[in-house]
T-cell receptor, first 112, second 111 residues
Framework: SAVISQKPSRDICQRGTSLTIQCQVD?????MFWYRQQPGQSLTLIAT?????????ESGFVIDKFPISRPNLTFSTLTVSNMSPEDSSIYLC?????????FGPGTRLLVL | TQLLEQSPQFLSIQEGENLTVYCNSS?????LQWYRQEPGEGPVLLVT?????EVKKLKRLTFQFGDARKDSSLHITAAQPGDTGLYLC???????????FGGGTRVLVKP
């Protein structure tokens, strides 16, 4: 399985600012995804990060709020823009390999 | 309304007892995955089931995929405190496709 790392592992941010989260994979993968996990909840898909083209966003998530980059097959970033306390969550990237997805360790974000 | 319904939402048992977590849907899935997540970590894959009626065993854990590929169960025999965590089922409509997650089941195994 792929080894996935995320930076930062956690952060505390002020409202109105933006944070960019990085996801690095140790091998080339076609499918990369970004999820949000709000406190005490399950995972919700934000978007599919497409290499060389714009990300595909799920209902309720928009590019202006969550811009995503995917410059190559091993790296992606998710930016949480103009943050509010409601954005406090764990943000997780995952990669798809055949029938399965593997997850990074997550980025814990607290917005004050 | 969640596409995948997990039950129960929370389970507290004594060490040595058995437990079963259910994952149900009205939709057919190409595959279904079970993950366990511990605090401060990302979900860790336990198993992927792809064939209707499939049963997979992982030590004390038994996973079953329904014949119609709409539901699944996770059974833990003789639970241990190390089994404590959030158990998540997730279904994919096609290989390599995005996952839909169930609401999760928090399991607490008390020594």
């Amino acid at each position: 399985s792929a080894v996935i790392s995320q930076k930062p592992s956690r952060d505390i941010c002020q409202r109105g600012t933006s944070l960019t989260i990085q996801c690095q994979v140790d091998s080339q993968v076609t499918m990369m995804f970004w999820y949000r996990q709000q406190p005490g909840q399950s995972l919700t898909l934000i978007a599919t990060a497409n290499q060389g083209s714009e990300a595909t966003y799920e209902s309720g998530f928009v590019i202006d709020k969550f811009p995503i980059s995917r410059p190559n097959l091993t790296f992606s970033t998710l930016t949480v823009s103009n943050m509010s306390p409601e954005d406090s969550s764990i943000y997780l990237c995952s990669v798809g390999q055949q029938e399965t997805q593997y997850f990074g360790p997550g980025t814990r974000l607290l917005v004050l | 309304t969640q596409l995948l319904e997990q039950s129960p939402q929370f389970l507290s048992i004594q060490e040595g007892e058995n437990l079963t977590v259910y994952c149900n849907s009205s939709s057919v899935f190409s595959s279904l995955q079970w993950y366990r997540q511990e605090p401060g970590e990302g979900p860790v894959l336990l198993v992927t089931v792809v064939t209707g009626g499939e049963v997979k065993k992982l030590k004390r854990l038994t996973f079953q995929f329904g014949d119609a590929r709409k539901d699944s169960s996770l059974h833990i025999t003789a639970a241990q405190p190390g089994d404590t965590g959030l158990y998540l089922c997730a279904g994919a409509k096609a290989a390599g496709n995005k996952l839909t997650f169930g609401g999760g089941t928090r399991v607490l195994v008390k020594p």
